[in-house]
């Protein structure tokens, strides 16, 4: 019989191909229950494909150091016992598809992962099962990946023994799409990760963030939902974001809020929804961002700003039924306010073209005590403060003069 190197060679010859780049043709392995995926790496070639067949697979710190892909056939399992992690990414072209991984060791001093992709250039996971994980991917110092529709699952309900779900560092060129996300520390975690884009995502019940990203620059966060987390998105140290179409939900706690901006520059905030957190937006030393199209409603704050905070614009949102619209910690204002719609606006348009026809001023007086004094916060609902905020529209004295929406709507703007 002619061996498979013999026919190669003989191929070469008739059709005048180089044998050596014939003898680098992908091909196909299977890898059946009972098997070993450790094996079948190992006798695979560079971009061959492996098939994993339905089953259950106890294997743990699976290393791929070569262009591979991966396909699981009805998900099947790998468990990885509790040990270690489970699958390592050292090469450049990699995919993983299909596969659910779960039990991932656990560790006070290593971090260990479902998948750990490192110095990896255009890898793609797609369309995983991650459950029972410390944390779920991590990819560090690598470039050109994807990272979508997989479903990932943390079981701790404290932070000191929870990872994150898909935790990035030190990466450029990163898509983080339309994955779901629960029960981890963060959902998603950025530190030094350029020119990526976190979209379609549903990240919820997480103990810390949804998204926590810091020292991360020109990203795009798109189209994805915050909702019943410790908090919601904590932007940190970071410059020319794009943070657009995302909802905000039950962020809710003493110390919550739905998006928290933190020496932020340079960014478009527009067409979210903030629903019912305790702070819809804190912002702290953060300047030149425009909130434009946003619906803040039912949150405690809408918009809580702490010094440091200029030439920002508030233009065309709807603050709907917040106890308070917006509260700063001192009488300087370096914002502008202009053709919002206000739900506690007593205005009138006489001239009937939408716009009211006195401008309107909405740092009320206790934003400004409670802010400077959270416990005064129980007084929120007595006559007494509803006297003091009348006093302080009247005469302002504590609260900014110069801040007030010269053109404040008659009628919500983003329904």
Not at 62 to 81: A, E, H
Not at 243 to 260: E, P, R, V, Y
Request: with cysteine; net charge negative.
């Amino acid at each position: 019989m002619i061996n498979k190197s013999f026919s190669l060679y003989l191929l070469g010859i008739m059709f005048g191909y180089n044998m050596v780049a014939i003898a680098q043709i992908p091909s196909t392995h299977v890898v059946k229950e009972n098997s070993s995926i450790k094996t079948s790496i190992m006798e695979s070639s560079s971009f061959d494909t492996i098939y994993i067949e339905k089953g259950i697979y106890k294997e743990y710190d699976i290393v791929i150091d070569k262009p591979l892909t991966i396909i699981g056939n009805d998900f099947p399992i790998i468990d990885g016992l509790e040990k270690e992690s489970i699958f390592h990414i050292n090469s450049d072209y990699v995919t993983i598809r299909g596969l659910e991984i779960k039990n991932v060791g656990f560790s006070h001093t290593n971090e260990f992962a479902a998948i750990h992709i490192s110095d990896s250039d255009h890898f793609t996971v797609e369309h995983n099962k991650l459950a029972n994980v410390f944390f779920g991917i991590i990819v560090e110092s690598s470039n050109n990946g994807i990272i979508r529709f997989n479903d990932i699952e943390g079981n701790s309900d404290q932070e000191f023994y929870a990872g994150n779900g898909v935790h990035v560092w030190k990466s450029k060129h990163i898509e983080i799409a339309n994955n779901k996300l629960r029960r981890l520390r963060d959902g998603i975690y950025f530190e030094f990760v350029d020119h990526s884009t976190v979209k379609g995502n549903v990240s919820t019940n997480n103990i810390r963030y949804g998204l926590h990203f810091m020292f991360s620059n020109n990203d795009d966060y798109v189209d994805n939902r915050f909702e019943n987390n410790g908090a919601g998105v904590a932007v940190m140290f970071s410059k020319r974001l794009k943070m657009k179409n995302n909802l905000f939900k039950q962020n809710w706690g003493a110390t919550s809020f739905g998006l928290l901006l933190k020496e932020i520059y340079d960014a478009d905030i527009t067409n979210n929804k903030f629903l019912k957190n305790t702070v819809a937006i804190q912002v702290e030393g953060s300047s030149r961002i425009n909130y434009l199209h946003n619906t803040f409603e039912e949150n405690g704050w809408a918009i809580k700003v702490s010094g440091g905070c200029y030439e920002n614009r508030i233009l065309k949102n709807d603050f709907l039924s917040n106890s308070f619209d917006v509260a700063f910690n001192s009488n300087l204002n370096e914002s502008k306010f202009d053709g919002n719609y206000w739900s506690s606006y007593s205005g009138y348009d006489l001239d009937k073209n939408g716009v009211g026809d006195v401008p309107y001023r909405p740092v009320k007086l206790f934003s400004y005590i409670s802010h400077r004094s959270p416990e005064s916060i129980i007084l929120i609902r007595s006559l007494f403060i509803e006297l003091l905020n009348f006093s302080e529209m009247i005469s302002p004295i504590f609260t900014p003069v110069q801040l007030e929406d010269q053109s404040p709507k008659m009628y919500p703007i983003n329904d």
